[in-house]
């Protein structure tokens, strides 16, 4: 492939395919979605590539690490339709929605941090009125928060109040922390359910270190994705 690509020879389908681990299907496949330019055609119609066509196929392959298979779909697209102002804010969308992540793993990390040692749990549970007032908060901000699927405290089966095990008091004790760091509830309740399904804050801690370093491979990715696509520009003129 390097060789046809300096000798200026035209790609086959193949010949594209080959260098990536791709099948030809894919290669057509992408040119049929706008990905890469529209290939010339011989006179017997079957497809014809350049090294255009592989530098288009370099920087959307170096893309979808970063952005993800529709968002670098996208962007080629509109590469491919003259539209960069359009690629560019896909682009910056993606590097928005990157740092927003940044800052919610880096409010999760805060609230762990700054959670206080949990009490010894009352045997049976906690009733609403002493969390609430162990937390400074209102009974009603409690029940707010069952609403919405932060806390799910049990009812006792004498009284019909609601009882908080220990996990409630852990979820509430996080929740209250994440909305003093300015969180609202929607952003809190799929990190409350992050918790449940780690097992705990300590398992949590873990998935946290995995989750930085997910988004340092991302931001990785896109630095390289964004020099395949200046090469790719450059290439296109």
Same mark, same amino acid.
């Given at each position: 492939?390097?060789?046809?690509?300096?000798?200026?020879?035209?790609?086959?389908?193949?010949?594209?395919?080959?260098?990536?681990?791709?099948?030809?299907?894919?290669?057509?496949?992408?040119?049929?979605?706008?990905?890469?330019?529209?290939?010339?055609?011989? +006179?017997?119609?079957?497809?014809?590539?350049? @090294?255009?066509?592989?530098?288009?196929?370099?920087? $959307?392959?170096?893309?979808?690490?970063?952005?993800?298979?529709?968002?670098?779909? @996208?962007?080629?697209?509109?590469?491919?339709?003259?539209?960069?102002?359009? #690629?560019?804010?896909?682009?910056?969308?993606?590097?928005?929605?990157? &740092?927003?992540?940044?800052?919610?793993?880096? #409010?999760?990390? @805060?609230?762990?941090?700054?959670?206080?040692?949990?009490?010894? =749990?009352?045997?049976?549970?906690? $009733?609403?009125?002493? +969390?609430?007032?162990? &937390?400074?908060?209102?009974?009603?901000? +409690?029940?707010?928060?069952?609403?919405?699927?932060?806390?799910?405290?049990?009812?006792?089966?004498?009284?019909?109040?609601? &009882?908080?095990?220990?996990?409630?008091?852990?979820?509430?004790?996080? =929740?209250?922390?994440?909305?003093?760091?300015?969180?609202?509830?929607?952003?809190?309740?799929?990190?409350?359910?992050?918790?449940? @399904?780690?097992?705990?804050?300590?398992?949590?801690?873990? =998935?946290?270190?995995?989750?930085?370093?997910?988004?340092?491979?991302? !931001?990785?990715?896109?630095?390289?994705?964004? !020099?395949? +696509?200046?090469?790719?520009?450059?290439?296109?003129?």
């Amino acid at each position: 492939m390097g060789q046809n690509l300096q000798t200026g020879e035209r790609l086959r389908p193949v010949d594209l395919a080959r260098g990536h681990g791709l099948s030809t299907q894919a290669v057509r496949n992408y040119e049929e979605a706008g990905i890469l330019p529209t290939a010339g055609r011989t +006179l017997h119609g079957y497809r014809t590539y350049t @090294s255009l066509h592989a530098g288009a196929l370099r920087a $959307f392959l170096a893309l979808v690490p970063g952005h993800g298979h529709r968002t670098a779909t @996208s962007i080629m697209r509109a590469v491919n339709q003259g539209s960069d102002d359009e #690629a560019c804010r896909l682009i910056d969308e993606s590097h928005a929605q990157l &740092l927003d992540d940044r800052r919610t793993l880096q #409010a999760v990390e @805060s609230a762990l941090r700054d959670l206080e040692p949990p009490t010894a =749990a009352e045997p049976g549970g906690t $009733f609403i009125g002493p +969390l609430a007032q162990d &937390l400074g908060i209102r009974p009603a901000t +409690l029940r707010k928060w069952e609403r919405v699927g932060l806390v799910s405290p049990r009812r006792d089966p004498r009284t019909g109040y609601r &009882l908080y095990d220990e996990a409630d008091v852990r979820d509430a004790r996080l =929740a209250h922390q994440l909305r003093r760091g300015g969180y609202l509830l929607e952003q809190i309740a799929p990190l409350i359910a992050q918790v449940r @399904s780690a097992g705990g804050l300590q398992p949590l801690e873990a =998935a946290l270190c995995d989750w930085r370093g997910r988004l340092s491979a991302r !931001a990785r990715a896109m630095l390289t994705g964004a !020099a395949e +696509l200046e090469a790719y520009l450059r290439k296109r003129g």
